[in-house]
């Protein structure tokens, strides 16, 4: 199976990410390919699962924090080169949070939109759809906003702004 996958960040609102990866990759497999996607630099990150409120839930370490033990039982820490994403992932809109920035817990927000056969010819992982800049890797500051689609669509209809001629009685 193929998931595809829609990534949003808090810190650009008009930042939006749609993605295809194999299922039967590892969570480590999908941080590769979000830094090499993000062109950020190798960091010690983190994914976790969560609920429909984005709470977090089981974490998935870059690193092994123990020893080969870590099964993800009792709230440790699972590594996340033993973890699958047709494993981790279970259902339909499963929520993921990939923590880049553990001192600062900047985040970008995965959700599991879509599961499909794969396509013939295709390669994967592979990047579907892109919007807006991705945020500076080290300084959340930097945000060049790239314009809502909200915006873009609705800029026809703001023929009204500012025009208080109206009555507000009709």
Known sequence: ???????????????????????SNTLLDLHDFLIKMLRYDQCMASFFTADE??????EYTYMDMEGGMGDGGNGMPQPMASARLEDVL????ARLIYVFD??????????LIEAKEPAKGMEYPRLQFAHAETPDQYDPEIV????SI?????????DFDGDDSYDDEY
Do not use: C
């Not at 409120?53 to 089981?58: A, D, G, N, S, V």
């Open 150 to 158: 909200f915006d873009e669509m609705m800029g026809d209809y703001n």
């Open 90 to 93: 279970t259902y339909l809109h």
């Open 53 to 58: 409120r984005w709470e977090k839930l089981q």
């Open 144 to 147: 060049d906003e790239g314009g």
């Open 102 to 111: 553990p001192f600062t817990e900047r985040a970008y927000f995965i959700e």
């Open 1 to 23: 199976m193929i998931y595809r996958f829609r990534m949003l960040s808090d810190e650009n609102d008009n930042f939006v990410r749609d993605f295809e990866v194999d299922a």
